[in-house]
């Protein structure tokens, strides 16, 4: 099977990349289950790459019905060592507008429930994550966006990802309790992700696409869908020519990235006690410490 060593995770509006070339679609199995759809291999920038529309090219997955550990091991079943996870997000702050983007370097977790770890049942592993992002991929992708100069659109370097449940929009005490932590934006499906790319030792950024204020902002006191889906189509267009550019300058070197070895020190049980079947499992994740 082709292998593609960028990841591209692409969210609300955009499902697909139209500057793929040779694509080649691909239904991967995994001990996780599918993932939410197939998975498409293209050349971009002259590398090979891998997207994955997280709802469904259809859009017919909620958050918390998203299988995250299924897509984060499709994608690492390919060769991907970097991910670039594209999400759609309400904005907690003022001088984030609609249109704007958010490279984030940190999240806060409101989800409730999902599984956000291949690890248990068997063998325990505690990776670091007071960095959940990869700060040089980050980095890349920051300058690509500051570079195309988009005419309406201000780059936001850094910031909090507030990762909520879903799938109704937050309430206004919601919001401004989120304000009141120094969130930036809020989304709701980017850190189960972060995670799991960081087990999986893959190098992970978010572009985080600004669709409206949350409803804590006094002139958009409640968001619509119609609103959301205005901008998400403006997002999109620009969303493809980052990536893009983003593709282009990782073909000319990619970062070495801490995610890549983030297991060397994280498993606490010893391989031989893992149980039979959770090593088949996750033999992908552990063969070179085995």
Aim: glycine letters at 8%; proline letters at 6%.
């Amino acid at each position: 099977m082709t292998q593609a060593k960028i990841g591209i995770i692409g969210g609300s509006g955009l499902y697909k990349m139209e500057a793929l070339t040779d694509v080649e679609e691909v239904q991967v199995e995994t001990p996780f289950g599918p993932p939410s759809d197939r998975i498409i291999l293209g050349t971009l920038e002259g590398l090979q790459v891998a997207f994955l529309a997280r709802h469904g090219r259809d859009h017919k997955l909620i958050p918390s019905e998203l299988p995250y550990r299924a897509n984060i091991y499709a994608l690492k079943s390919l060769g991907v060592e970097y991910i670039i996870s594209a999400s759609a997000v309400g904005s907690l702050k003022a001088e984030v507008k609609p249109l704007d983007m958010v490279v984030p370097d940190q999240f806060i977790d409101r989800t409730k429930g999902r599984i956000s770890t291949f690890f248990g049942q068997g063998i325990v592993a505690h990776i670091g994550f007071g960095h959940p992002v990869c700060n040089r991929l980050a980095g890349v992708l920051a300058d690509a966006i500051a570079d195309l100069n988009f005419p309406d659109v201000t780059l936001h370097r850094g910031g909090t990802y507030v990762c909520m449940e879903g799938p109704a929009f937050s309430t206004q005490a919601e919001s401004n309790l989120y304000r009141s932590w120094g969130g930036t934006v809020i989304g709701m499906t980017n850190l189960p992700e972060a995670k799991l790319a960081r087990e999986a030792e893959i190098a992970y950024a978010t572009l985080a696409l600004v669709t409206d204020y949350d409803c804590w902002h006094p002139d958009h006191d409640h968001v619509t869908v119609e609103t959301v889906i205005e901008y998400l189509k403006r997002n999109a267009v620009n969303a493809q020519k980052v990536i893009r550019e983003t593709v282009k300058r990782l073909s000319q070197n990619l970062p070495e990235s801490d995610a890549h070895s983030a297991l060397k020190y994280a498993i606490l049980t010893p391989l031989d006690k893992v149980p039979p079947e959770r090593m088949k499992e996750l033999e992908l994740l552990l063969k070179k410490y085995i």
